[in-house]
């Protein structure tokens, strides 16, 4: 008989039933946040209602070019990842090679299901020899579980306990130097230390997503309005300011880097045709074939083996000034080859950029006689635009900040 | 003596819909309805006064939207409106919600499982690729594997290039789903009990299934590849109860020149040289018509309504052993006030939902287990609703009208009829299990209409009171729906069509099997059927 007991349910989660009436989240930083939005431009962020901006979206992108620019990830998901067999686990899971990661160290990876395509892209913090964090868009806990089957190795969703912040920008070395983060000068790019605050610890390592100088720190949800108040009043004379999405997405675009859902789909895109490998959303070069067995490798390298790679993501640039965001991308103006999913102009690089998925050859061996339609609408009319498009590479912008050591000090 | 272009049996649904279409397109078209009202089992009726009662079917998710745009429903009243979301109160005290905002329903089943909380995303992915595989399938009717009509051709060809184009992982899991038993399929996604009760219920609703027998994940299915204006999935309320439904058709009907007889029951069909030639009213009156279509069961139309001398032996043999067996009631209730749930926090979006009290797998196999032994489950399960919460026009304000599906309900008490005493256990049942959960829900209690399949049968005619019009077991869909080479809506018998949910795509409110049988008719007839919408894309 499988009766359940009649004992009461657990407190914590009765506790938990009122959630319904809060559909959207404050992040632990909301307080502070809620005090900065004069433009009170909210969006969802996986539940969590988050800024598009904050007080002037132009302004905002230009305090991560000129100043600091501190802007909230907490609702990014996070997973734990801890035990004897942690890096074994990951090193199955996940497409770059993980023993090569060494603890205060964070890469840039994804992950594939077994017919190789991506399931999503994220950032793995080694904080020690055992222990690790996953950072990414989409939510995988039933794919991480069901993979850590015969490894020795807990699995821990903590997005809501661990609150997140995104300190970029030329001035962010100098304010957390004068916030009292000793030692934090010894940070190269992608390296990462913890330091003590506010009687507990915070995680900051030298990463970003905005192609500047940057780092990001986590610390548990309780410090968090701490942290905030002490990198705001360090960063005072340093120009610091809060910013929303918008300003953060132009940067990463001129930096070149694809986000989940908006340049590639993810675990639960329900349309099958629309699933990329990793070499069709320029992500191939995380593939590594020299360790052992991970999931999706066969299927990678039949992909390869075969030419059956049908897409490539690549960096465009567009005569004119006017973005192309989400135009069709054509050969020879005429035969469709492609979708921009992302586009701007840049103000680092006086050019008019955009990142693009063409459909092979297009963008791969045949990069000539490119075009992009775009469609402005101007007071209730389209103007209806042609204009060249030409394959560069990415990143479209390259600052000697971002990974100078040590880091500059203005 | 007036020969009618078509005579329709029955007037529920589907018999509407397929009157509209044929009227439409020019026909002179009589429905003829045994009952003083139209609806068949989507009716709304006023039992007790101020309250009105979805009496039969109570929700609405599978209705074509093509269908309500070709007849102009809204024009002649219908509205449905989305409902907000649902809930499984469980023995402890506690409760899960399913709300429609994601990231709520994802932090509700989080309460329960962090693990299925994120699982939640991939179920619902299977299941959304699963239904925009069926989707399209609905509005065309069923190729007969064995003939080499170019249309049948045409179709077979469809079929298998849609399901060519399925990865070989969807299509090992288009297989599964459709055999595999929805206790199983949840397995492969949830470890929680109260979970997987929570999904199950899609999976046996109507069914004289328990959740662990195969074939009810395609029970599931369809109830998910309904949509309520474009929202997959989603079901709501007909305002004005599901006889809006059949009202506005009857409207729509009428006002298209179409005509209506209400109180006459028609005693059999007039065959003459193999070919229908019109019906004989229980009175003994002839109307005749030179085509006939049965809104009816197939067993109540074949083995009631048509002589066997007219009817091939191994037809007859299908017929009688289709499986439309009687597993459902219905306890509608007024109220004079909304009743309170304490585990329900007061300002719960829950109340606007539906709700149910079977929180485990195993109660709900239990509640199966009795209706194998010939009895109503003395622990039923219920999918219980409150229409009024959304629709002011069922009830007084301040008073509410609450609809109780219930299951299981035998078609046989012991192998015996039901009697009134059999009818007044069944629901004491029901009105047990929800005053366990809702103290005073009896003093609440203004009227109630108790429909055990006894009922069932007898006012609304479906055999057994079996709501699908027959099981929708793999066994019984597409073309061997309801007999194998009479899946394309005729009969053996000559201008005798069926147009009931007996056959393809099934049964639920959803008005296809109706528009595809008048699509084969104007087929048959050479007429235009250029009234008719397609399906709508999916892409």
Redesign the interface.
């Known amino acids: 008989m499988n009766h359940q007991p009649t004992i009461k349910p657990s407190k914590a989660r009765t506790a938990a039933q009122g959630h319904f009436r809060t559909l959207r989240l404050g992040t632990p930083f909301q307080p502070r946040i809620d005090a900065l939005a004069r433009t009170q431009d909210w969006y969802n962020w996986a539940g969590y209602r988050a800024p598009h901006s904050l007080w002037d979206e132009e302004l905002e992108y230009f305090a991560i070019r000129s100043q600091a620019a501190l802007f909230d990830i907490s609702p990014m998901t996070k997973y734990r990842v801890e035990g004897p067999d942690a890096e074994a686990f990951l090193d199955r899971v996940t497409l770059r090679d993980v023993t090569k990661l060494k603890p205060g160290r964070v890469h840039y990876t994804a992950w594939c299901d077994d017919e190789g395509f991506v399931l999503d892209d994220g950032t793995l913090f080694r904080l020690s020899p055992t222990r690790f964090r996953l950072c990414s868009q989409e939510r995988h806990l039933p794919w991480l579980l069901d993979s850590a089957i015969g490894f020795d190795v807990a699995v821990e969703e903590e997005t809501e306990s661990i609150a997140g912040l995104a300190l970029q920008g030329p001035t962010s070395f100098a304010v957390l130097r004068d916030a009292g983060f000793a030692g934090v000068e010894t940070l190269k790019i992608f390296d990462l230390a913890e330091f003590p605050h506010d009687g507990g610890t915070v995680t900051i390592s030298r990463t970003g997503f905005t192609g500047d100088l940057g780092y990001e720190l986590f610390v548990p949800a309780e410090n968090a309005l701490s942290l905030w108040d002490r990198l705001m009043t360090a960063g005072e004379l340093r120009g610091i300011r809060a910013i929303g999405y918008t300003a953060l997405n132009r940067a990463r675009i001129e930096a070149g880097l694809i986000v989940a859902n908006a340049d590639f789909t993810t675990e639960h895109a329900i349309r099958a045709d629309r699933l990329r490998m990793p070499d069709e959303i320029g992500l191939g070069f995380m593939v590594d074939l020299e360790k052992g067995h991970f999931n999706g490798r066969r299927a990678i390298l039949e992909a390869r083996a075969r030419r059956k790679l049908r897409h490539v993501l690549v960096g465009l640039e567009i005569e004119g000034n006017i973005p192309a965001e989400h135009a069709i991308v054509y050969h020879k103006k005429s035969q469709e080859v492609g979708l921009v999913s992302a586009a701007m102009w840049s103000p680092m690089a006086k050019r008019n950029i955009a990142i693009a998925s063409l459909t092979r050859p297009y963008g791969d061996t045949m990069v000539e006689d490119l075009w992009v339609e775009i469609y402005a609408m101007r007071e209730l009319q389209y103007q209806k635009l042609m204009k060249r498009a030409k394959v560069v590479a990415r990143p479209f912008i390259k600052l000697d900040r971002r990974t100078a050591n040590p880091p500059a000090d203005f | 003596m007036k020969a009618w272009d078509a005579i329709i049996i029955g007037g529920g649904h589907n018999g509407l819909v397929n009157a509209c279409y044929l009227q439409r397109a020019g026909l002179d078209v009589l429905v003829v309805e045994k009952n003083d009202w139209v609806g068949g089992a989507a009716t709304s009726r006023e039992l007790t006064p101020g309250f009105l009662y979805s009496n039969c079917s109570y929700v609405c998710s599978l209705f074509r939207p093509e269908i309500m745009r070709d007849l102009e429903l809204p024009r002649f009243g219908l509205q449905v409106i989305s409902y907000e979301g649902g809930a499984v109160f469980?023995?402890?005290?506690?409760y899960l919600?399913n709300?429609r905002?994601?990231?709520?329903h994802?932090?509700?089943f989080?309460?329960?499982s962090?693990?299925d909380?994120?699982?939640y995303?991939?179920y619902?992915?299977d299941v959304?690729?699963q239904c925009?595989f069926i989707q399209p399938l609905l509005m065309r009717t069923a190729p007969d594997p064995t003939s080499f009509r170019p249309r049948d051709l045409g179709e077979l060809l469809y079929l298998g290039k849609k399901f060519a184009g399925?990865?070989a992982?969807?299509m090992a899991l288009t297989l599964r789903f459709w055999t595999m038993s929805i206790s199983e399929f949840l397995d492969e996604?949830f470890e929680t009990?109260v979970i997987k009760a929570n999904f199950a219920l899609s999976g046996i609703i109507g069914t004289a299934l328990g959740p662990r027998s195969p074939g009810t994940a395609y029970v599931l299915l369809h109830h998910y590849m309904g949509e309520v204006d474009g929202s997959v999935g989603a079901w709501g309320y007909a305002r004005g109860g599901m006889g809006a439904v059949t009202k506005a058709l009857a409207a729509s009907f009428k006002a298209s020149g179409g005509t209506i007889r209400t109180g006459a029951e028609v005693d059999h069909v007039l065959v003459g040289r193999g070919k229908a030639k019109g019906v004989v009213l229980a009175g003994g009156e002839e109307i005749y018509g030179k085509l006939v279509v049965s809104n009816a069961d197939v067993k109540r139309t074949f083995l009631k309504l048509v002589e066997e001398k007219e009817l091939p032996d191994i037809f007859l043999r299908r017929v009688r052993n289709f499986k439309i067996r009687g597993s459902s009631g219905k306890v509608n209730i007024a109220l004079d006030s909304l009743p309170e749930f304490p585990a329900l926090?007061k300002?719960?979006?829950v109340y606007r939902g539906d709700m149910h009290f079977t929180?485990?797998?195993?109660r709900m196999e239990r509640a199966y287990d009795d209706w194998k032994a010939g009895r109503w489950s003395a622990d039923p399960f219920l999918d219980m609703v409150i229409p009024t919460t959304l629709d002011p026009t069922m009830a007084p304000p301040g008073k509410h009208f609450m609809s109780c599906f219930v299951q299981y309900a035998p078609p046989k008490v012991d192998g015996r009829d039901w009697t009134d005493a059999d009818r007044d256990g069944f629901a004491e049942s029901v009105i047990a299990q929800i005053a366990e959960y809702s103290p005073g829900f009896r003093d609440r209690i203004v009227h109630m209409e108790v429909r055990t399949p006894r009922e069932i049968e007898a006012e609304v005619g479906l055999t057994e009171g079996n709501i699908f019009q027959g099981e929708l077991t793999f066994d019984q869909l597409l073309f061997n729906r309801p007999v194998p080479g009479y899946a394309q809506y005729r009969s053996p018998v000559g201008g005798l069509y069926m147009c009931g949910s007996s056959t393809p795509p099934g049964g639920g409110v959803m008005g296809a099997p109706g528009r595809n049988a008048a699509a084969e008719i104007l087929r048959d007839l050479a007429k235009s059927t250029s009234h008719m919408s397609p399906a709508h894309d999916v892409i």
């Not at chain 2, 469980?90 to 506690?94: A, I, P």
């Not at chain 2, 905002?101 to 709520?104: C, E, P, Q, S, V």
């Open positions: 469980t023995r402890d005290g506690d919600a709300y905002d994601h990231d709520a994802r932090r509700e989080a309460r329960f962090k693990r909380a994120e699982a995303d991939r619902s992915r959304t690729r925009r399925l990865s992982e969807q996604y009990d926090p300002d719960s979006p929180d485990s797998m195993e």
